[in-house]
């Protein structure tokens, strides 16, 4: 194996000696100026098939920018140049290639290209706007080709962009996933998506780029080092990149429902000001008739939830994108008000059991957040620097109800029955407890964290030694919290007449610190800028060190010697410091020291050919993950524990990717293969005993091993710009060996559990997805897209009824889902979506007195937006959500939601004014379904009522400068 790999990099090697040549030029227009995009197609003059294609892009020559085409050729040899570029007349040049021998490069004329201009008669010109173009390796969005309600927002452009879609703050582009959205080029709050996409107004819009960008490696190596990141790079209009924009949005509603937004940004020169605020208590904030055609249906959101949320980000500008400061600070309260309602199953051999629960909760969080970026580069080293702190403060009460059954309960309402004087006599039979809790609690959290790098590059020549360097970077977390909680709990075993009545209130400080030091050398053993090919190993050592103190102090207030249920109410404590020892509960009290240091040494690879552009680009890596690592834990609890373990992980990373792109499409694919390995917690192989709630029983397993998972993921996609129609393709496969599994012992006379850790093998799961995209008629009007999910689980676990034998029980779990958009769009007045949707959830198993598991969600909607006379504009959908399958009876149900919006643009659309309707015909409601090897959970939660909400919304700026001009005769 290691002959092969020698062999293959000596061919390697020999292959980048061979200087590749090609030719260069300009393409400009009339005016003798630049044109960027221009596509350039390298034709054989024998039978005029394309060989090559390039885009003009820009380079810096003399601290001049002109925009230049590139293409490989071979000497002595004649080729035919396509030029084409929208809204230009296309050109064709002939080019005789004649270099000198040691000549790898030939210029060619520029090549004038002259506007596409016809003298017209009389006549109207109805046009579809182009909504997307491919120039080089980026797609370009159109903004102003999108029909938008008025008052949307970014996250409402980029759900109607082809391509792509918008799940739960995730955005995806042709099945890839986006790790990072910019601002004209910049990083905004952090490429925290969610803040651009819900305080972005869409109307600042002018394109949408999606593209790999390199990271801050390659840009100080000047070579691809594998570090590509997808981006979506929001562009703003010119007239927006100075001076201030600013955009309010003041909203009141029925049902005590109220919204506030704001949006500022000061652009200057060199710096950016970005104010954000948001405060409502709409949950996840809709537009009536925004389209999502791909992602999952709205649903109703899972509780309540009021959020006030304030943001101040500043950002200053170097020479370079890589000489920055920046600093983001902000300041967000959540009050959530939730309720909701369980019907589980548990499966057993020998008979299930069955649990019915409603529990509310009303927890609130007060969060100030600040972080500080420092980044400079210099010829031959790079300084990043990232510091950030955070303090946060919680408190809230729960109650809960729950009772569990030997038998099938007919339905929710049983619940309420049990605790009912006067209980139906057969139903309390079926009973096997059931359990009042109460509990309040506060607590604050406090951390810190930095980062330092530093490279430098080795040499000062321009050969290959010189492209080598060594990183040495630090990083350091430091975290500090405290937790209060008070807890009133009745457990009534009414199959044995027994009850349990405690009052508990527990201590819980924390704190905990990690730091790591690390060294890096990368060393080139192939370094072709002029290929677009190289070849690295990176040999890398690292420290980390972290060490974490918890306390848990549970004291029995209902043991105090002078206690009664009305003087020791929820949150009282008793006088003195004595009393509450005196009935500290020593069974279920611990504290643990836990130090863990970890040696990392190994070696990497990457090697890189193609640009993407003119020639595909390949890349393959790969990592051994070596580590060393030792856990010592000191832990009391009854008695002492002083236990370590040495460990050496291995966990290799393997995989590769192509790419390639031009002006008809790009094709995209990658590879990847993981194996890593878990390590049970520390404290989990204690002969430990916890029985703080006496419902729940854990105990721990001094013979637990490490897991092994081994994973392989693929991927493929292709975009055709043509018919812009995507297709992509992605599976994956996972297997787990000695899975950390939960061992469960169930009580059929108590309803105690008893759980503890086991290693476990059968663990797998497998599965895979599509996603297809096309436009179906000529004009472009009509757009189809879906995508399909499949996954097949196969969950082991271990079942035990208490006096029977250990039953292993295997779960089969299927899972599909898929949905179908279908999008209607004539010019800025009519848009039109259908989308139906389903998902399917099968589980089975080999157990014989196992209940065959089915349950099906599909909806249907239809939504959109018309242009309506003296300038109102309507949007509106509606769905129907259908649920089958259920256990629970009232969970099999039909509802129609509907939304509509109705707006008007005033004093030429800088005042907006909306009138939004919210589950028109009050049938929203939020139920789901989990399945696992366990059982089977179905959950009701409480939703947003139906509203009805007046928006008024203001958009202005001022001190807009005008742009300067790109060249010195624009003047």
């Avoid at 980026?138 to 080709?145: E, R, W």
Wanted: aromatic fraction near 12%.
């Amino acid at each position: 194996m290691l002959r092969k790999f020698t062999f293959l990099l000596f061919l390697l090697m020999v292959a980048t000696t061979i200087q590749a040549r090609h030719i260069t030029g300009k393409v400009v227009d009339t005016d003798h100026r630049d044109l960027e995009g221009a596509t350039v197609e390298l034709l054989s003059i024998a039978d005029s098939s394309v060989i090559r294609v390039a885009q003009t892009k820009e380079v810096q020559l003399w601290g001049w920018k002109q925009w230049v085409y590139e293409l490989d050729v071979e000497n002595n040899k004649s080729y035919l140049l396509r030029v084409s570029m929208l809204g230009y007349q296309t050109q064709y040049k002939k080019v005789d290639v004649k270099m000198a021998d040691r000549a790898n490069e030939q210029r060619v004329d520029d090549i004038v290209l002259a506007e596409n201009a016809r003298q017209l008669s009389e006549v109207v010109v109805k046009a579809t706007k182009i909504k997307m173009v491919m120039k080089g390796d980026t797609v370009v969005y159109d903004a102003s080709a999108f029909n938008l309600s008025e008052g949307s927002m970014l996250d409402a452009l980029v759900q109607q962009m082809p391509g792509a879609t918008l799940e739960n703050g995730v955005i995806k582009v042709n099945g890839r996933t986006i790790s990072s959205l910019l601002v004209d080029g910049r990083d905004f709050f952090n490429g925290d998506a969610s803040k651009a996409l819900e305080n972005l107004p869409a109307y600042t819009v002018d394109k949408i780029k999606v593209y790999d960008k390199a990271g801050r490696e390659s840009r100080f190596q000047g070579v691809d080092m594998g570090d590509k990141e997808l981006v979506l790079d929001v562009n703003l209009k010119k007239q927006y990149k100075h001076g201030n924009i600013s955009n309010v949005d003041l909203a009141l509603g029925s049902s005590d429902r109220y919204q506030a937004r704001l949006f500022s940004m000061f652009y200057g020169k060199k710096s950016r000001l970005t104010l954000t605020g948001n405060v409502n208590n709409v949950n996840n904030y809709r537009v009536p008739g925004q389209d999502n055609v791909t992602g999952d249906l709205p649903d109703a959101g899972s509780g309540l939830s009021a959020r006030k949320q304030f943001g101040l980000e500043y950002r200053f500008e170097g020479k370079t994108e890589d000489d920055y400061y920046k600093t983001s600070n902000s300041y967000t309260a959540v009050d959530n008000d939730n309720t909701s309602r369980t019907n589980a199953q548990t499966f057993l051999t020998g008979g299930d059991y069955y649990n019915l629960s409603t529990n509310a909760n009303r927890p609130k969080n007060y969060t100030l957040y600040t972080r500080h970026v420092f980044s400079r580069m210099f010829k031959r080293s790079m300084l990043f620097g990232d510091v950030n702190a955070s303090h946060s403060h919680s408190k809230g009460w729960n109650s809960s109800l729950s009772g569990r059954f030997n038998q099938k309960p007919w339905g929710m309402s049983a619940l309420d029955s049990i605790f009912m004087p006067n209980a139906d006599h057969a139903l309390m039979q079926t009973v096997i407890n059931r359990v009042r809790n109460a509990g309040k609690y506060q607590g604050e959290s406090t951390s810190f964290s930095g980062y330092f790098n530093h490279s430098i590059k080795l040499g000062k020549g321009e050969d290959l030694w010189s492209q080598n360097n060594i990183s040495l970077e630090a990083n350091a977390h430091y975290n500090r919290s405290s937790n209060d909680r008070f807890a009133l709990n009745r457990i009534d075993y009414l199959s044995t007449g027994a009850k349990d009545d405690r009052n508990q209130f527990s201590q819980s400080p924390n704190k905990s610190y990690d730091y790591s030091l690390t060294a890096e050398y990368t060393h080139f053993l192939i370094n072709d800028s002029a290929g677009v090919r190289n070849f690295y190993v990176r040999p890398r050592y690292a420290y980390k060190q972290s060490y974490d103190s918890q306390t848990y102090d549970l004291y029995r207030l209902d043991q105090l010697a002078d206690y009664d249920s009305l003087s020791y109410g929820m949150g009282v404590l008793p006088s003195t410091r004595e009393a509450l020892l005196s009935v500290k509960d020593g069974n279920n009290s611990y504290w643990s020291d836990q130090m863990t240091r970890t040696h990392d040494a190994d070696v990497s690879f990457v090697f890189s050919s193609g640009d993407g552009v003119q020639r595909p680009r390949f890349m393959a890596y790969g990592n051994p993950g070596l580590s060393f690592k030792y856990d010592n834990l000191v832990y009391y609890r009854q008695r002492s524990y002083n236990t370590s373990r040495h460990d050496v992980l291995f966990q290799p990373n393997l995989g590769m990717m192509y790419q390639f792109n031009d002006s008809t499409g790009n094709v995209y694919a990658s590879f990847n293969y993981r194996s890593s390995e878990s390590q049970p917690g520390m404290t989990s192989m204690l002969d430990i005993r916890d029985d703080a709630n006496p419902l729940y029983v854990t105990l721990g397993n001094t013979n637990l091993k490490n897991a092994r998972t081994h994973s392989v993921n693929a991927q493929w996609g292709k975009f055709q710009m043509r018919t812009q129609s995507m297709l992509s393709l992605g599976a994956n496969y996972s297997i787990t060996r000695n899975a950390l599994a939960t061992a469960v012992v169930y009580d059929k006379q108590t309803g105690v559990t008893t759980s503890q850790p086991r290693n476990i093998n059968g663990n797998w799961q497998v599965g895979g997805n599509a996603f297809a995209q096309r436009v179906l008629d000529k004009k472009k009007h009509l757009t189809l897209q879906g995508n399909i999910y499949v996954n097949y689980n196969n969950s082991v676990d271990l079942t035990t009824v208490e006096g029977m034998d250990n039953t292993r029980s295997d779960v089969h779990n299927t899972m599909a889902s898929g949905s179908v958009g279908l999008t209607y769009q004539l010019g800025e007045g009519l848009r039109l979506s259908l989308t139906p949707a389903v998902n399917y959830r099968h589980a089975t198993s080999d157990r014989k007195d196992f209940s065959e598991v089915s349950a099906w969600n599909y909806n249907f909607r239809f939504s959109g937006m018309v242009h309506l006379p003296w300038s109102f504009e309507l949007s509106s959908d509606l769905t129907s959500y259908n649920r089958r399958g259920y256990n629970d009876d009232q969970m099999n149900t039909s509802e129609w939601v509907w939304n509509a919006r109705l707006t008007r643009g005033f004093l030429k659309k800088r005042l907006t004014l909306s009138l939004d309707a919210f589950d028109i015909l009050a049938q929203l409601k939020n139920t789901d379904v989990t399945l696992n090897s366990q059982g089977r959970t179905e959950t009701w939660r409480n939703s947003l009522p139906r509203y009805v909400m007046v928006h008024l919304s203001y958009k202005f700026n001022s001190g807009m400068a005008k742009p300067k001009p790109r060249y010195p005769w624009e003047n």
